[in-house]
């Protein structure tokens, strides 16, 4: 199994930054993706980034959400830590959401989730 646990969430006001940073621990070695969701009431559960252990990176594209991501998120990761972070710029009212930490486990196949932080950006 694979914990996962999310820091840095709070509330921002229209144009802020913030970064989160999630770690992971457990039965680490065979993590391949991790990623950052997020859901808003009401809304679906949307990929806001990805990275592979390889450094490959994707980001989600979502009408529910507003503005794309790419350009005023980006994500990093460091393997020897398991951990990721993403650094949040620009930040707009449709970003409001809890943010959730994802790892995928390429031995088990199971998709593993944080319990959430909340990132609220206040106009």
């Known amino acids: 199994h694979v914990q996962l646990v999310e820091f840095g969430g709070g509330l921002v006001q229209t144009g802020g930054s913030l970064r989160l940073s999630c770690a992971a621990s457990?039965?680490?070695?065979?993590?391949?993706?991790m990623a950052w969701y997020r859901q808003a009431p009401g809304k679906p559960r949307k990929l806001v980034a990805e990275i592979t252990r390889g450094g490959r990176i994707e980001y989600g594209q979502s009408e529910e959400y507003g503005l794309p991501v790419e350009g005023r998120f980006s994500i990093h990761r460091d393997n020897a830590k398991n951990t990721i972070d993403l650094q949040m710029t620009d930040l707009k009212s449709d970003d409001t959401a809890l943010y959730y930490c994802?790892?995928?486990?390429?031995?088990?196949?199971?998709?593993?989730w944080g319990q959430g932080t909340q990132v609220t950006v206040s106009s």
């Open positions: 457990g039965s680490t070695f065979d993590i391949t993706v």
């Open positions: 994802n790892a995928r486990r390429e031995g088990d196949g199971i998709w593993y």
